[in-house]
């Protein structure tokens, strides 16, 4: 089942912001089994937007998350380009309007024109709960798809992807497994640990390995490396992982590697 | 001046590494001169990136700048993307051989068709020195557009970027000039500074301003204030973003807004 995130905001684009968002959702959604095959930042432009979630939806993925671009502000136009993208209409949605009008009056403010913005979503979609700040986010199903929508600010979007994005969506996913093992190299060269990485790969297809530099290639070398197994059973993708990841360091090491289990890969 | 970002690799993609390059480049283009208009983070698939890189190609960008996918193993596939994207063949570069062959032979090791892999460049590309590890860089101008590729490791890239890519780049960027000015306000939600900023962005078309909400809005506002001038000159950056950040701030006081200048937005 493929996933693509699309984590708008100029202040992303332009670096003003290390964009952790695409982060935290590409590693949950590679945890819940989806395929996450790309992240789409974009800069606060409706019709570009629009134009990339067209093509990406072109694809019937069975998944997008978009992140940002839900305030009251001008330039918060993500909905209106979900709408656009989906061919929907942008409309007063009655359960949004009831969150952001909860949100105000809590502190005795109207509901002014910005306020209310918040509250239209595309035609069809529903509203999500936002616990920690007024924005509501977004769920819509397009096809085959569904398309989550969530605020920028991570405190907002993790607290709504735990609190409902994820146990909705773990009714839909693959009942796939993920296991990983991670171990540093230290004497191998990541071009000498390639064709080993390689053989491994045809072996075992379902596995994925990524090798990770973190000292010198040629004066130290030191290899951070990721062993993924994607399985239906735990047990499945545990053992796998295993398997794969043992023969692995046992190659390196006939490679003059000294080889330590476990780190980090921040 | 438009730019696009390809920050490529599955790790970015799944969430095993935290995409800093994105921000580095983003911010670097920025006060450059360059509209950056998006950054687009692929998994280690040469058809889908080629597609994707094809697509931003063909709307005619002055650069685009690749990240990742340059080293020695099996899923390092960016070159072949950008050659395909490009109509180009992938040749073997004298100059890269000749930057790779030295990395090995300063430590006594033999060229292995893994090593000489990383010295097949687009069809009239130029190898980009890298002075920090072994994968040199790409420099391609195909049409309008420059195509430049580095490595995904954050000291190479940055290395690479600041010894060579920005100075080839000023020579070619438009002269603008950018101006910063950062504040907070502690007591305007965001929704009420809203209305403001856009009457703001109505009298002065070539400020940017971004709010970004650091408190709760509404248990009590925070916002981190970013106004960015551009203009074709240094003073007159200066003056654009004064006057405009210096309105913007009077206006939120008028709101009953505190406000105190600077800040940091990470």
């Known amino acids: 089942m493929k996933a693509w995130l699309f984590t708008l905001g100029t202040e992303v684009v332009t670096g003003r912001v290390v964009n952790t968002n695409a982060a935290y959702l590409g590693r949950r959604l590679?945890?819940?089994g989806f395929e996450v095959l790309g992240n789409v930042s974009l800069v606060d432009d409706v019709e570009l937007i629009a134009s990339w979630l067209s093509l990406v939806l072109s694809g019937r993925p069975a998944l997008v998350v978009t992140t940002g671009g839900?305030?009251?502000?001008?330039?918060d136009v993500t909905l209106e380009a979900v709408a656009r993208a989906a061919g929907r209409r942008l409309v007063l949605n009655e359960h949004a309007l009831e969150m952001v009008r909860r949100r105000?009056?809590?502190r005795g403010l109207p509901l002014t024109?910005?306020?209310?913005?918040m509250a239209y979503?595309?035609?069809?979609?529903e509203a999500i709960p936002n616990p920690v700040g007024t924005a509501p986010g977004c769920w819509l199903r397009h096809g085959e798809t569904i398309v989550v929508s969530l605020p920028g600010v991570p405190s907002e979007l993790e607290a709504m992807?735990?609190?409902y994005v994820e146990p909705r969506l773990r009714k839909v996913a693959p009942l796939r497994h993920i296991a990983e093992r991670l171990f540093t190299v230290v004497g191998v060269p990541e071009s000498s640990a390639a064709a080993v990485v390689k053989r491994l790969l045809h072996r075992y297809p379902s596995i994925y390995v990524k090798t990770h530099p973190k000292g010198h290639e040629t004066r130290g070398p030191?290899?951070?490396?990721y062993v993924q197994a994607s399985a239906s059973s735990r047990e499945e993708a545990e053992n796998a992982a295993d398997i794969a990841a043992k023969e692995l360091a046992a190659e390196l090491?006939?490679?003059g590697g000294s080889v330590t289990w476990g780190g980090s890969l921040q």
């Open 113 to 117: 024109p910005e306020r209310v913005k």
């Open 70 to 75: 839900l305030g009251p502000t001008y330039d």
């Open 104 to 106: 105000y009056e809590e």
């Open 121 to 125: 979503l595309p035609e069809g979609g």
């Open 222 to 225: 030191v290899l951070l490396v």
């Open 30 to 32: 590679t945890l819940l």
């Open 253 to 255: 090491e006939n490679l």
């Open 161 to 163: 992807w735990e609190g």
